[in-house]
């Protein structure tokens, strides 16, 4: 709808993500994957979904399952069609991305490679600049002037001092928006990814929140299907994830909002007194700003199918990074004396780390998972870094690497502690 023809450079590398997971997704014999396919609506009952589908024929087709995801995006019909109301701020600015292809716009000025570099003149902060490739193909995203869209060029221009002698190869224009769902779920149908929370960009916490919430509810969706998860897990789902989509947002909006307040710079401004201009905004940004730290540690608190033993609330914007083993925190990472990151342990099912020299053996809890049918394995680990990281003797981590119960001895009553974890 712009005034231009956008064309794509011979020389410009394309970048390919799909095939990579559409080859992950073939390796499983439960996936069937089928492009260019339409939802075109959908019904549930107690049992299960129906859901009418539209190939790239134009043919419609009808699917029964016994659940069914949105994964559909921030405009998706499955959110609507089950009436979840959005909350939050709304739309944050309007954005612009062009895309260009500039072999020698790392020559064009003097300072050398970066991962982003931000546009700042006397209007303030105003874009930013992405290396797509590391080379030539680029990206100026024009933080909140939709006039972008209609003369890129001039934005080209301002971002250099000067005209680039370059053409777009797209220009878009996009919403930062601050929503949550109000739920996750409707009955046998859920929502994840953009569907249920949308946030500014910055950060880069939009995809990582919806990977959370895919294995979230992945391995809950996999227990009920396979016949050991309880009437309450999927239940959990929303109570779990939607607290953390809502910090995520917060903290991305909070981030944009603090870039766009970098001092403005003008033409004949003394660099000294700039750079105390500067120093005096980072001094100020405390919390309005991601740390990496605080996008991979988040907690569920108070989940109902995590065992608490009332150890206070963590802090869900830390300083700094501190592990912890509270139910419902992401297991630490350690390495282990073989090389192998403890991660590397965890699997499908649920992992009982028995830690220090002599741990209790826990056998009768590892009956009653078994005996519920819950897949569980254990595995012994006497390294004083791992022991003193995860504190406890027992530590029992779930399919999504986060602590289900921790103690330092056999739980009194093994059957309430399995039925807590799995929902029922």
Known sequence: QNDYTPEVSAHCPQIYFDPI?????????????????????????????????RDDGGEDYV?????????????????????????????????????????????????????????????????????????????LTIFSDSRAAQDPQAYLARMLGKRLDCRPLDVSAWQRRDF???????????????????????????????IEEAVNLGWKLAAVLQGWGGDRLLASYTHERRPIARRNVDLSTRTFQSIQRIPRWTKGADPVAYKDELDRWRSNLGRYSIADHVKAQYTYEDSPVCVQDGAPHDDPEPATFKPSTRAGARAPHVWLAD???????????????????????????????????????????????????????LVLVRPDGHVAWRGDAEPADPFAIVDRIRGA
């Open 339 to 393: 090389g192998r990151s403890i991660f590397d342990l965890f699997d499908t099912g649920f992992v009982l780390l028995r830690l220090g020299p002599n741990p209790p053996d826990a056998n009768a809890l590892l009956e009653a998972a078994r005996t519920r049918g819950m897949p569980i394995k254990s595995i012994h680990i006497d390294e004083d870094a791992t022991a003193r990281i995860y504190r406890n003797a």
């Open 63 to 139: 699917v029964h399952a016994r659940y069914l995801v949105g994964c559909d995006g921030a405009t998706g019909m499955v959110r609507d069609s089950l009436g979840i109301a959005l909350e939050g701020l709304g739309v944050v600015a309007v954005s612009v991305n062009i895309y260009f292809h500039c072999p020698d716009l790392i020559d064009l000025h003097d300072k050398g490679w970066a991962r982003i570099y931000r546009m700042v003149d006397e209007d303030g902060c105003w874009s930013e600049l992405i290396p797509i490739d590391g080379k030539e193909l680029w990206r």
């Open 21 to 53: 997971l559409a080859n992950r997704a073939r390796a499983e014999r439960s996936v069937d994957i089928r492009y260019n396919t339409t939802l075109q609506s959908f019904s549930q009952t107690h049992e299960g979904v129906t859901a009418r589908l």
């Open 180 to 210: 949550v769902a109000e739920t996750y779920q409707k009955g046998r149908a859920f929502i994840a990814g953009d569907a249920a929370h949308q946030c500014s960009p910055t950060g880069g916490l939009g995809m990582a929140t919806g």
